[in-house]
C-alpha cells in the first residue's frame, strides 16, 4: 500500500516512509491510496480485530506476525460499550494509560516507529511541545521504545497538576522540559530545532505529532470493536464522535469506507464550530480556538479536515450523506453531565458530554428503533475540577492515575531561549 499527500505535490511514498515523515513535503497529509473493503472481522477479541484492520494498511511491509506483536502490546487495554438505554451506548476509550484515547493511536504509531528505525545505527530522538494531553500519551506510547528517546516541551505553570504528573514521572527514555515561557514558546523551539541543519549532523529528529497516519489509522479499530459489541438488531446504528482536529472522526469515516456497518457519524463540536459552519454553508473557514471546558477540542483549523475532503472528494454533498454536525457551549456541556448522570446514573467527562449532546439532537429525528453510540474520549478524574463541580460530588481516582499522582517530579527546567535548549540537546 502506497500513501498520497492530500496536497498532491508530494511523491506517493511507502508506509515506512509516510510514518517516519508525519507530514508530506507539500505540507500535505498522508492518506492510503485506496481504502480497503472488508467483511466483518472474524475475531471477537478486541486485539483479533485490530489486528484484521491494521494488516489491510500495514502488510506486507510490517510482516503479519511483527504487527500482531505490536498490536497485542499496543492494544493491551479495552474499549467496552456500555448501554445506557435501549437507544444510548457509551464506548469508553479512556482505559488507557494516560486516561484518554489518544493512548490508541500514540501506543500503535510508537511501535511502528521503533520497528522502522531498526537498524539505523543513531538513536532518534521525538520532540514533543505540549500543553497537556498530547504530549503524555505520545511520551507513555514510547516509553522503553529501543532506538528512541523523547524530549517533552511543557509550558511551566501552564498545565493541570494531572498533566504534569502525567508527563514528569515516566524516567527512563523520556525527559520532560519545564519551560519558562508558553506553549507557543515551546512550539517555537521544536520548530527552531527541525530547521537547525547544523544540529542534525549531532542529533537526528522527529516530530510524533497528531497527523501522523500510524496515529490516525488505529483509531479505527475501536469502531469495529465497537460495532463487534453491539447486539445484532435490525435498526440503523449512528456514531457520535466529540471532535477537535478531527483524527477521530476521519478514522471512523476510513472504517466506514472499509464497510463498517454504521448508517452515519455525528460530528460533535464545542463552541469551536468551523466544520459545522462548513457542512452547512460549504466553506471552510478557519478560526482562532476559543477555550472551553472540554479544551482538548479547542481547535479553530482542524488538520484532518484534509484527508475528510480527500475522502469524500472535496464534495460536501457527499461529506454530508455520512456526516451530521452540531456544536454546543459550556452551559450545555455543564448541563449535559448533569443529564447524564440524572437519567442513567453515569458519569461523563465534558468531551464525551459533548458527544452526547451532538447524539440525543441527531436521533430525535430518526425513527424508532434507531440506536446510537457516543465516543467517552477522556476519564472524568481527567477534568475532575469541572465534573465535580457540576455533580457536586467526588469523582473516583483511577489506581492508575492515583499511583503516577504519588511519583515524584522530575523535569528540567529551562527558560524560552533557543541556545539553551540547542545546548540540551547536544550535551544530554
Ligand atoms: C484530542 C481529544 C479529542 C478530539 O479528538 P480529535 O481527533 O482531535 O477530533 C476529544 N476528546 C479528548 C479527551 C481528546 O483528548
Known amino acids: 500500500m502506497r500513501y498520497y499527500s492530500t496536497n498532491r505535490k508530494a511523491l506517493p511514498l511507502s508506509f515506512r516512509h509516510a510514518v517516519l515523515k508525519g507530514l508530506a513535503e507539500d505540507g500535505g497529509l498522508y492518506m492510503p491510496e485506496r481504502i480497503p473493503a472488508i467483511g466483518f472481522p472474524s475475531g471477537t477479541a478486541f486485539q483479533e480485530i485490530s489486528y484484521e484492520v491494521a494488516k489491510c494498511f500495514a502488510e506486507p511491509e510490517v510482516p503479519g506476525s511483527v504487527l500482531r506483536g505490536m498490536i497485542d ?6 474499549a467496552p460499550l456500555r448501554k445506557l438505554s435501549d437507544q444510548i451506548y457509551v464506548l469508553e476509550l479512556f482505559h488507557g494509560p494516560t486516561l484518554a ?54 509550558p511551566a505553570g501552564k498545565v493541570s497538576l494531572i498533566q504534569e504528573k502525567q508527563l514528569t514521572t515516566l524516567d527512563e ?29 549531532s542529533v537526528q529528529l522527529t516530530s510524533a505529532n497528531s497527523i501522523n497516519i500510524a496515529r490516525l489509522i488505529p483509531q479505527c479499530f475501536y469502531y469495529w470493536y465497537a460495532m463487534a459489541q453491539l447486539e445484532a438488531d435490525p435498526g440503523s446504528v449512528f456514531i457520535s464522535v466529540p471532535s477537535g482536529n478531527f483524527g477521530n472522526l476521519t478514522a471512523g469515516l476510513i472504517a466506514k469506507r472499509m464497510g463498517l456497518p454504521v448508517a ?14 462548513y457542512l452547512r454553508s460549504g466553506k471552510f473557514e478557519p478560526q482562532p480556538s476559543i477555550q472551553t471546558i472540554s479544551n482538548a477540542m479547542d481547535v479553530g483549523n482542524p488538520s484532518n479536515f484534509a484527508r475528510m475532503l480527500a475522502l469524500y472528494d472535496h464534495d460536501v ?57 457516543f465516543l467517552e474520549t477522556a476519564h472524568p478524574a481527567k477534568f475532575a475540577n469541572v465534573v465535580e463541580e457540576v455533580l457536586g460530588q467526588p469523582v473516583e481516582i483511577p489506581e492508575r492515575l492515583k499511583e503516577c499522582l504519588s511519583k515524584e517530579k522530575k523535569a528540567v527546567p529551562l527558560s524560552n531561549r533557543y541556545d539553551e535548549f540547542r545546548s540540551f540537546l547536544l550535551s544530554y
Open 101 to 154: 484515547f489518544k493512548d490508541f493511536g500514540a501506543r500503535v504509531m510508537a511501535r511502528l516507529m521503533s520497528y522502522f528505525v531498526r537498524g539505523l545505527n543513531r538513536e532518534l530522538t521525538v520532540l514533543v511541545a505540549t500543553s497537556g494531553d498530547t504530549g503524555s500519551a505520545v511520551a507513555h506510547g514510547f516509553l522503553r521504545a529501543s532506538g528512541i528517546r523523547v524530549i517533552l516541551l511543557y
Open 73 to 78: 502490546e499496543a492494544i493491551n487495554f479495552d
Open 264 to 277: 452515519g457519524f455525528v460530528a460533535a463540536c464545542n463552541s469551536n464550530s468551523v466544520f459545522p459552519h
Open 317 to 373: 454533498y457527499k461529506m454530508r450523506k455520512d456526516v451530521y454536525a452540531s456544536s454546543f457551549s459550556d452551559t450545555e456541556t455543564r448541563a449535559a453531565i448533569r443529564e447524564i448522570f440524572k437519567r442513567y446514573g453515569y458519569v461523563a467527562d465534558p468531551h464525551g458530554a459533548i458527544g452526547y449532546l451532538g447524539l440525543k439532537k441527531f436521533m430525535e429525528n430518526q425513527p424508532d428503533g434507531a440506536r446510537g453510540i
Open 173 to 201: 527514555n523520556v525527559v520532560a522540559l519545564e519551560i519558562g515561557g508558553t506553549f507557543d514558546d515551546c512550539q517555537a523551539l521544536v520548530k527552531q530545532a527541525f530547521c537547525d541543519l547544523e544540529l542534525h549532523r
